[in-house]
């Protein structure tokens, strides 16, 4: 369509009524676009007449919708009667122009996720534990070490005692004195334990048997080394209590 002299109107801005001013190429600085359906959102940029020379055009670019165009002077200025609006069916395209395809990329192109660096794990140093097994084992070869040591020096000392006079003291008899003096030993503190027993029932701690018991163990011994040889073995039985 054009107007009296000429001028060809831009098909995306033909009049509407016939005294609306004609606006052509020439008249057009830029144009500007907006979607309003179904959402509010500007256009990144303005378009010239040729980037945008038919509604076609707008459907191509930014799919369906309800968008408002307009034109603008140089001065981006909105010109008499160039404002017009256009509806599209269809889903819309983003608003940069880039059409369909680049939508179905963006949405085909999954998220950035961050990615975790697996660190290997530290080895694990061993060599605190195996020197202190070291010095365990030391420690306990030594200990067994000197136990043999004083087995050897106890057998050898034994072995080598001169025999003794008539009174016949012998490895024999100082072995059976070990033995008497344990059992003596056990007879006090049986007798102890009877003391603390009767204590405890009320009968008060009996310190006169206790004394005895301890006595008759020194006599034991006594006897032992005056006679070369240990009376013989009683029965293990506490001593008598003695009378208070």
């Keep these: 369509m054009s107007d009296e002299t000429g001028k060809q109107a831009h098909p995306l801005f033909l009049p509407e009524n016939e005294d609306d001013d004609v606006i052509g190429n020439e008249d057009i600085g830029c144009i500007s676009i907006q979607r309003t359906a179904p959402y509010q959102e500007n256009a990144g940029r303005t378009y010239t007449a040729d980037e945008l020379p038919d509604p076609d055009a707008i459907r191509q670019k930014f799919g369906g919708g309800s968008y408002k165009v307009q034109a603008r002077d140089v001065m981006r200025r909105v010109t008499k009667g160039g404002t017009r609006y256009y509806q599209f069916k269809g889903d819309p395209y983003p608003m940069d122009g880039t059409g369909p395809v680049a939508k179905k990329e963006k949405e085909a192109a999954p998220p950035l996720q961050p990615q975790i660096i697996q660190q290997p794990a530290p080895a694990m140093d ?68 009877t003391a603390r027993a009767e204590t405890a029932a009320g009968g008060g701690d009996d310190i006169a048997s206790t004394v005895q018991a301890i006595t008759g163990a020194v006599s034991t011994f006594a006897e032992m080394k005056g006679k070369g040889k240990p009376p013989p073995k009683g029965n293990g039985s506490p001593p008598p209590k003695a009378v208070t």
């Design 126 to 193: 061993l060599t605190p534990l195996v020197q202190m097994i070291g010095q365990q084992t030391s420690v306990l070869v030594k200990l067994i070490e000197g136990q043999q040591s004083f087995t050897e020096r106890i057998v050898t000392a034994l072995a080598n005692r001169p025999a003794e006079s008539s009174s016949g003291g012998d490895v024999d008899t100082l072995i059976r004195g070990m033995e008497l003096g344990v059992a003596q030993l056990q007879n006090v503190i049986d007798a102890r334990e």
